[in-house]
């Protein structure tokens, strides 16, 4: 029993080297699909602002070209941002290393201010109520759920607590400071509305953070099965045919020896 807890920890601890070797390759997997969806927006926003400039002039109350010079700004920061970080990681891929966890939970606090830069930027131009439901709330339920490539439970949940309280700060300052001149719906303006939508975005970087454990746990069962395979198969490999080597695989048998009495 001794033995087999001891086997089961060094297939442990080599999974978890292994594992460590892969986050940053993930990470920069993570990293490339934010930097293909901020300029896809950016794409999507200049044709849009080309096309048809009047409906952007009228809702955004005449500040079009304020805004379009903000956003490309902003857009051009977070992709250089995105850029630095990715060439940071592609440096801890090359020396076969993980990066320090201040270099994790600095980027994951961040990326996760990035929607709020945005929020800020949209609440410039426009009643910061209804900038509370702009575009760039969007941003937070797909940087946390993106966070599970990083492959880390703890990041996963300060990704969602990070996004869920940047939120409910941002919706405690507006709904404080809203303009008794605006008319917005009450339902809008209710503090206790916004305290819910922080709520969900912290629950989901719970539900992502759980859904890495799973990947990790399934990952560790598949690993563990391929070194008990690659162990009876040199165990028995020289000594049986491959029909009986196949079929003790299949059965995972137990290498234990086993004595019967015939009568």
């Known amino acids: 029993m001794f033995r087999k807890r001891q086997n089961l920890k060094s ?74 970080e990715r060439a940071v990681i592609n440096h801890f891929i090359k020396i076969r290393k993980n990066s320090g966890a201040w270099f994790l939970y600095l980027s994951a606090f961040v990326e996760t201010s990035i929607p709020t830069i945005g929020i800020v930027s949209v609440a410039s131009v426009i009643s910061p109520i209804y900038a509370l439901f702009a575009p760039p709330l969007l941003a937070y339920p797909l940087i946390i759920v993106l966070s599970a490539l990083r492959l880390n439970f703890r990041l996963c949940i300060f990704t969602g607590a990070a996004a869920s309280t940047e939120y409910i700060l941002l919706a405690i300052f507006y709904t404080m400071w809203q303009s008794p001149a605006v008319t917005v719906e009450p339902m809008l303006s209710e503090t206790v509305h916004h305290f819910v939508k922080g709520l969900m975005l912290f629950i989901t970087g719970i539900v992502t953070g759980f859904v890495t454990l799973q990947i990790k746990g399934r990952l560790f069962n598949s690993f563990q099965a391929m070194k008990e395979r690659d162990r009876i198969s040199r165990t028995f490999g020289e000594h049986v045919s491959p029909s009986v080597m196949e079929k003790l695989l299949e059965q995972k048998a137990d290498l234990r020896s086993e004595k019967k009495m015939f009568v």
């Open 11 to 84: 297939t442990s601890e080599i999974f978890e080297d292994e594992l460590t070797l892969e986050m940053p390759r993930s990470n920069k997997l993570r990293i490339n699909i934010l930097i293909v969806v901020f300029v896809f927006q950016l794409v999507f926003f200049l044709s849009l602002s080309f096309l048809s400039p009047e409906q952007y002039q009228n809702t955004l109350r005449g500040n079009f070209r304020s805004f379009f010079m903000r956003f490309i700004v902003i857009v051009s920061v977070v992709l250089f941002c995105l850029a630095t």
